[in-house]
């Protein structure tokens, strides 16, 4: 079989050497031919990730049978998007395998355990995101950034509550 390698980390303080050799080694052990080594470094949410299109555009040529990555969330962490592009690795008769979680999508059990995985990476996701945005209620000085920790500046005008689906009262002309 034919692999493409997929490598992704989210800051340029950190590098791909790590997941690059665990795929190498996988795909030694499994006498897997290496098609080539995709790497990004961008964060996972990101619509854009060069090597990643990239490498989709070359299994929509049928240049590789399957995508390995070391683990799910690499490739992405939103189920949906993530069953989309099963779905489309599928069509192309291209194998997804992460090789941590000791997923293949060529049996029915991968497959399931893919789809399980995918929606607990999601709902830990969505648990941090909670976190995040009830510290920044609490705690106003959360949030600083540069070398002087000034506080972030606020765009347009007074803001009442986070975005949670509550809309801020109107202000009534008196």
């Given at each position: 079989?034919?692999?493409?390698?997929?490598?992704?980390?989210?800051?340029?303080?950190?590098?791909?050497?790590?997941?690059?050799?665990?795929?190498?080694?996988?795909?030694?052990?499994?006498?897997?031919?290496?098609?080539?080594?995709?790497?990004?470094?961008?964060?996972?949410?990101?619509?854009?990730?060069?090597?990643?299109?990239?490498?989709?555009?070359?299994?929509?040529?049928?240049?590789?049978?399957?995508?390995?990555?070391?683990?799910?969330?690499?490739?992405?962490?939103?189920?949906?998007?993530?069953?989309?592009?099963?779905?489309?690795?599928?069509?192309?008769?291209?194998?997804?395998?992460?090789?941590?979680?000791?997923?293949?999508?060529?049996?029915?059990?991968?497959?399931?355990?893919?789809?399980?995985?995918?929606?607990?990476?999601?709902?830990?996701?969505?648990?941090?995101?909670?976190?995040t945005?009830?510290?920044?209620?609490?705690?106003?000085?959360?949030?600083?950034?540069?070398?002087?920790?000034?506080?972030?500046?606020?765009?347009?005008?007074?803001?009442?509550t986070?975005?949670?689906?509550?809309?801020?009262?109107?202000?009534?002309n008196?």
């Amino acid at each position: 079989m034919k692999v493409a390698i997929y490598c992704r980390v989210s800051t340029g303080d950190q590098n791909t050497e790590h997941q690059e050799k665990a795929l190498r080694k996988y795909c030694e052990v499994h006498n897997y031919e290496i098609y080539k080594v995709y790497s990004d470094v961008i964060t996972g949410t990101s619509q854009s990730r060069p090597a990643f299109n990239e490498m989709l555009n070359d299994m929509r040529k049928y240049k590789f049978n399957a995508i390995a990555v070391v683990k799910l969330d690499r490739l992405g962490r939103s189920l949906k998007h993530l069953l989309s592009l099963i779905e489309e690795f599928k069509n192309k008769g291209v194998h997804f395998i992460a090789v941590d979680q000791n997923l293949d999508t060529s049996s029915s059990t991968g497959i399931l355990i893919l789809q399980v995985i995918g929606a607990i990476a999601e709902f830990e996701r969505n648990l941090i995101s909670e976190r995040t945005k009830a510290a920044l209620v609490d705690n106003p000085h959360v949030g600083k950034r540069g070398k002087d920790k000034k506080p972030r500046q606020k765009r347009g005008g007074k803001r009442d509550t986070l975005d949670l689906g509550i809309k801020p009262k109107k202000e009534t002309n008196k």
